[in-house]
């Protein structure tokens, strides 16, 4: 992660930043053109910042800081430089994946975007979103080293939000102002003149916190120089964990947002809303039809959702132990009915019954089972003894797995039983999805168009041809359905135990706030001796649990959302610098056009290029002993689409993404920007065949910037 530049608010306003040049060329360098960069005031370079360099007005080219010395002085450098220009002219963009490339160059019209999605670290602005440029500069010979004196064209804004809830966690904030457009977008620079000129802008910016921040600190964002006029309205949307607040502000005066000037906007709450909450009291006796938790060694018993059987699994609990467990809603509890002189154990979520079948220690559930529902339940000790009458196994809490299963031997602890007090909660629509127990989801549809108020998506566009019989002989072509829709594809190895890709569409319906469960589960639709134990723990070593088709792609739809923990969704990925760096940077930034129109996305992984014979590494999941060899390579391929006035696809265009496993040491993504077709090329597989004859000139493109623009 890049370190911040400004270490205080006040600071974020100097418009400058001033270049001195002092040093000369070294006999190693005499095929660079050296760019050496110090600061006047307190914004500071980091090693691998990238800017973009305009070379005698003809090429972008990229340089790279390669060192930054005590003082704040920089240095890059361009690799082999043009010296054959009849005119030597230079001028630079900060940061260089902001520039929109185009086919020929017009230094009057130097296109860059301010993102409308920002990241910032913490409570600080997105360092991607602080756009300098440095002016156009013509030169009689090649200058060793280069003069550039980059200058803010971007301004800084401060947000402060009181009386949220005392503890509350910040994870977004979507600002929208009335009747005005100050916020991100498009803009124009005269690298000539130094003139900008903004273009496309939105009147809606949302500052995004991955890890959350604090309700109290004061929030930073990057917008573009303009002026909110007073009685201007601005909407405030906060979301806090599954909390959400709205606020409109007028404004008393003019709010003038320059590179100049840090404006602090003040948003008070009138209320902080008290969420709604389940209260839980530990009981000595059981009566019928009341709401209860399942609890043991401070855990709870959580429902089996999403499958027709499995063990209890569990969360944190009455970890005080002080009799009381509270929670947002009732979604881990089980109504217990009086019933042939036992009891039945109803989940509160779903309305399904728990009962047992065969001889198996786990747990089957079903809205209407025809025999093993009827548990018996006598105190013991502090504790409750639930046993199947048909069956004689009784509830436990098993501290090896860390779940609750029923066996006929005293293998685990005994449950408490917490009593609903109040009326039952259920989770808000949307949030858990309830139980889909339909479609196997192993067959084709064979495509059709599903679509809301803004977007439609055309479903089988996304989905690479099945590969030549014998190609991979014992991979399984798998579709995942969440009721009455297709989730997503994936084509699973079961001698590798990987997916070697997921397909899926795109759209913002797709995506919205809801937290990340972390709930690991296996694939229904594969048998679990083909899959690799990761529900509780990930690989050995540094590699996490991978996803292909990410949480925050379906974290709209929460029953989609869970579908992404599949076991099966997850490989082994180098964790720091890669899964949790450039790698989720990309997926920022699909998920950020898939705001507003549809792409169709594969993610796949491979051991090796085809023709290349690299060592292959193996691990082994924490709770498993099968080996798992790790990919080599990880790669996405993206497409969009353009449509006729009847609904066909008149259009298209591709783009792809390559990486090896390792740590990546910046996030510039875009350096690693490939054709579709050269990864056909090292994989095999052929991509987007739906779109016929698109696909010749769509699936040549390599521009991330074509692609962003098409």
């Keep these: 992660m890049r370190r911040l530049r400004i270490v205080s608010y006040v600071l974020l306003a100097l418009v400058g930043v001033g270049c001195s040049f002092t040093s000369s060329t070294t006999p190693e360098e005499a095929d660079k053109l050296v760019i050496k960069v110090s600061s006047s005031d307190d914004a500071e370079w980091c090693e691998g910042d990238e800017i973009a360099v305009i070379e005698c007005g003809a090429a972008y080219r990229t340089s790279q800081c390669i060192h930054v010395e005590e003082g704040g002085d920089a240095t890059f450098t361009l690799e082999e430089p043009n010296a054959e220009c009849e005119e030597f002219g230079y001028g630079a963009i900060f940061p260089a994946d902001a520039v929109i490339e185009d086919d020929s160059i017009d230094l009057s019209r130097v296109r860059l975007v301010l993102p409308l999605e920002q990241s910032p670290d913490g409570a600080m602005f997105d360092i991607s979103a602080d756009l300098r440029v440095a002016p156009y500069v013509t030169y009689e010979a090649m200058p060793q080293p280069l003069k550039l004196e980059f200058r803010r064209v971007t301004a800084m804004g401060a947000l402060t939000i009181e009386n949220l809830p005392e503890g509350s966690v910040i994870n977004s904030v979507k600002l929208s102002a009335e009747g005005a457009t100050p916020f991100a977008g498009e803009l124009v620079v005269d690298l000539s003149s130094g003139a900008v000129t903004y273009d496309k802008m939105s009147s809606e910016l949302r500052l995004s916190y991955k890890q959350g921040v604090s309700s109290e600190q004061m929030l930073y ?48 709450l009138e209320k902080a809303p008290e969420p709604d909450v389940c209260t839980f009291r530990r009981v000595d006796k059981v009566t019928s039809g009341k709401a209860y938790l399942i609890a043991a060694e401070h855990c709870v018993a959580q429902p089996i959702e999403y499958s027709k059987y499995g063990y209890l699994k569990s969360v944190d609990g009455d970890t005080d ?26 989940q509160v979520v779903d309305n399904r019954y728990l009962y047992q079948y065969k001889d198996y220690n786990s747990v089957n559930v079903d809205a209407a089972p025809t025999e093993g529902d ?9 504790a409750f003894k639930i046993t199947n009458v048909s069956k004689g196994k009784y509830l436990q809490y098993d501290l090896s797995y860390s779940s609750f299963g029923s066996y006929s031997d005293s293998r685990g602890t005994l449950p408490q039983l917490y009593e609903l007090e109040g009326e039952v909660i259920l989770p808000e629509e949307g949030d858990d999805g309830g139980y889909d127990g339909g479609d196997d989801g192993n067959e084709d549809d064979g495509g059709g ?15 690479p041809a099945k590969p030549a019989d014998g190609a991979y002989p014992n991979a399984k072509w798998v579709v995942v359905r969440y009721e009455n829709e297709d989730n ?23 995506m919205g706030s809801i937290g990340r469960p972390d709930a690991w589960d296996w694939n229904p639709y594969i048998s679990t001796s083909d899959q690799i134990n990761l529900c509780s723990r990930s690989y050995a070593g540094d590699y996490s649990r991978g996803h292909l088709i990410p949480n925050a792609s379906r974290n709209g739809i929460r029953g989609m959302q869970l579908q992404t923990f599949y076991v099966t969704n997850s490989v082994p990925q180098v964790q720091e610098g890669f899964n949790g ?31 290349e014979s690299r060592t292959i590494g193996y691990t082994k999941a924490k709770d498993d002993t099968k080996s ?10 993206v497409l969009k689409i353009k449509c006729d006035e009847e ?42 065949p739906a779109i016929g004859n698109l696909q010749t000139d769509a699936e040549s493109n390599k521009s991330w910037s074509e692609f962003k623009s098409f």
């Design 628 to 637: 798992v060899p790790v990919p080599n390579y990880f790669y996405k391929v």
């Design 321 to 346: 132990d002080d009799g009381v467990i509270v929670f947002s809603d009732c979604a881990n509890a089980f109504y217990i009915e009086a019933k042939d002189g036992g009891y039945t154990l109803r």
């Design 374 to 382: 009827v548990w018996s339940i006598t105190k013991s000790g502090d």
């Design 449 to 463: 168009s599903v679509g809301d108020s803004t977007q439609t998506i055309k479903y089988g566009l996304e989905l």
């Design 647 to 688: 609904g066909n696809v008149s259009d298209a265009m591709t783009v792809g993404f390559w990486f090896e496993n390792k740590y990546y040491d910046n996030n510039t993504y875009s350096n690693y920007a490939v054709s579709v077709d050269q990864i056909e090329e090292w994989t095999g597989f052929d991509y987007f």
């Design 221 to 268: 964002f990057i917008t573009s120089p303009s002026v909110l006029k007073a009685g201007s309205l601005l909407k405030v949307d906060i979301e806090c964990g599954e909390q959400h607040y709205e606020h409109t502000l007028t404004l008393d005066t003019d709010v003038e947002f320059s590179v100049t000037e840090l404006p602090e906007l003040v948003v008070t």
């Design 488 to 510: 997503y594809t994936h084509y699973y190895d079961v001698d590798t135990y990987t997916s070697l890709w997921v397909a899926y569409p795109l759209a913002a319906r797709h």
């Design 581 to 611: 760096g450039i790698w989720q940077k990309l997926e920022a930034a699909l998920q950020n056009i898939a705001e507003s129109e549809t792409i169709y996305i594969v993610t796949g992984v491979a051991f090796n290029k085809i023709g």
